[in-house]
């Protein structure tokens, strides 16, 4: 079961939230992360791996490709992932959402040539993504502390549990690449050709990271924050905003945090002009 794709699709969640977070109040986010000295060692190293060998082959695959065929490519990586949220809605005993998605996927397999096309949409239809750490949550099993793992990016405690999960009894791509073996690997073209897809359509979002005050904090909080609107179909309850965002905390001074992000935007300007200088 390979793990690269996992990279990836791991990172891009959280700069998928990025243009929504943007525009959000200011608010302190939750700032337990009593693993953050190992978190941020593997987030060092997790960037080092995406800087030197993904996110070239990304950039690759956009200047050969235009915006029609990735948009094909995309489309049909997230139709042939979609029993893995019809198998999830059915865990969470959501016949509804289930019957939809299986909809959506059958409409795609037929109309839209294999996938590649996405008449469903038209059809209104909608996109919904589902996996194993949506349904523990929905069981009522608690987060746990926030983890960046090697080559996976991103997760929880409970989050963790949806990589062998749903690879192993639901992700067509992980099933396909454990039952045939080649010579040469080529069981893993798809999963990499769905990393390189999916790491793609971040880079547009990569400027939003690059500003943050510190991209490790906005990454962990991005997750956290992608991750509850998700689990709530995208209407959290106020309080479960509250508390995400620690405006319950005594000592929440949204002054001082506007102050820190300024102190960081000046001195990021003062350290271009001397890269800029001669």
């Known amino acids: ?22 525009g ?20 060092a190293f997790n960037d080092a791996m995406d ?13 050969v490709t235009n915006a029609p065929v990735r948009r094909s490519m995309s489309d049909f990586f997230t139709n042939l992932r979609m029993p893995v949220t019809v198998a999830n809605d059915l865990l969470q005993a959501r016949p509804k959402q289930a019957l939809q998605s299986t909809g959506r996927f059958l409409v795609n397999l ?18 919904e993504d589902n996996d194993f750490g949506v349904t523990l949550a929905r069981w009522g099993v608690p987060d746990g502390d926030y983890l960046v793992l090697p080559f996976v990016g991103p997760t929880t405690a409970r ?20 039952n045939n073996h080649y010579d040469y690997g080529q069981q893993y073209l798809p999963q990499m050709v769905y ?10 979002a990569e400027g939003f990271l690059k500003s943050a005050y510190d991209p490790y904090v906005f990454m962990r909080d991005a997750y956290r924050q992608q991750r509850v609107y998700q689990i709530y179909d995208g209407n959290p309850p106020a309080e479960v905003i509250q508390q995400m ?12 945090l506007l102050d820190e992000q300024h102190q960081w935007e000046n001195k990021h300007k003062d350290a271009s002009k001397q890269n800029q200088q001669p």
């Not at 959000?24 to 987030?43: E, F, G, H």
Request: aromatic share 10%.
């Open 1 to 22: 079961m390979s793990s690269l794709p996992r990279l990836s699709f791991s990172r891009l969640l959280p700069l998928a939230a990025v243009a929504l977070l943007a």
């Open 24 to 43: 959000c109040t200011i608010a302190k986010p939750r700032t337990d992360d009593p693993l953050q000295k190992y978190n941020r060692k593997v987030y």
């Open 51 to 63: 800087k030197a060998v993904i996110r070239p082959v990304a950039v690759g695959y956009r200047k």
């Open 110 to 127: 037929t109309l839209g040539l294999g996938g590649f096309f996405d008449p469903a949409s038209q059809l209104g239809i909608p996109l």
């Open 159 to 178: 989050d963790v549990w949806r990589l062998p999960v749903d690879s192993y009894f639901f992700d067509p791509l992980s099933i396909y690449a454990r």
């Open 195 to 204: 990393l390189v897809t999916l790491r793609s359509r971040g880079i547009d």
């Open 245 to 256: 965002q620690g405006l319950n905390e005594d000592n929440f001074d949204p002054d001082q």
